[in-house]
């Protein structure tokens, strides 16, 4: 599965989160590092989930971009 992944910077590092997985987030000193953090707390969370018998939620969540123009003051 493939989770929707939102990544911050900040002034000491990074955070990352999975929307479709709320309460799941981490955060580091790098952005290669919180990728490898996110992704070890998605699987254990979801292992955590399946293991309790409940559904695993699938990925529901999208991202894009669009480009803007700003006229000059």
């Given at each position: ?12 590092g ?7 997985l ?52």
């Amino acid at each position: 599965m493939e989770y929707l992944i939102i990544i911050e910077k900040s002034k000491t590092g990074y955070s990352a989160y999975p929307p479709d997985l709320p309460g799941v987030g981490v955060t580091g000193k790098t952005k290669k590092l919180v990728l490898a953090l996110i992704k070890e707390a998605i699987e254990f969370h979801l292992e955590d989930i399946y293991s309790s018998g409940k559904k695993i939620p699938k990925p529901k969540n999208e991202a894009a971009t669009v480009t803007v123009k700003i006229k000059a003051a």
